[in-house]
């Protein structure tokens, strides 16, 4: 299995940036499909951006297509969210997360491990 450790998050005015990180451990981080989720106070978790099983596609949502980058960095076991124009409805806790099998990426149901959330909070 993998543990997955989400770290980055904090508090941001609206148009700023942050990056996230999502360091791994355990088993190979290249193993799996990773992806990123959020959820909102009252809200549902919701998709935000992933890697396909290889690694080579990404997929983002709607709503940060644009403004959000998904990356990884495989020999430091490290993927990242570089997010940029932010905001207000962009606060939430974000997860990391890995999913072990070639599943669509965008349900939450298919992902088999979980960070424990970083939370990021845009003031308008």
């Known amino acids: 299995q993998v543990q997955l450790v989400e770290s980055g998050g904090g508090l941001v005015q609206a148009g700023g940036s942050l990056r996230l990180s999502c360091a791994a451990s355990?088993?190979?981080?290249?193993?799996?499909?990773m992806g990123w989720f959020r959820q909102a106070p009252g809200k549902e978790r919701e998709f935000v951006a992933a890697?396909?099983?290889?690694?080579?596609?990404?997929y983002y949502a709607d709503s940060v297509k644009g403004r959000f980058t998904i990356s990884r960095d495989n020999a430091k076991n490290t993927m990242y969210l570089q997010m940029n124009s932010l905001k207000p409805e962009d606060t939430a806790v974000y997860y990391c997360?890995?999913?072990?099998?070639?599943?669509?990426?965008?349900?939450?149901?298919?992902?088999?491990?979980w960070g424990q959330g970083t939370q990021v909070t845009v003031s308008s």
């Open positions: 890697f396909s099983r290889s690694g080579v596609t990404t």
């Open positions: 997360a890995a999913r072990m099998y070639a599943r669509n990426a965008y349900d939450v149901s298919n992902y088999d491990y």
């Open positions: 355990g088993r190979t981080f290249s193993s799996y499909g």
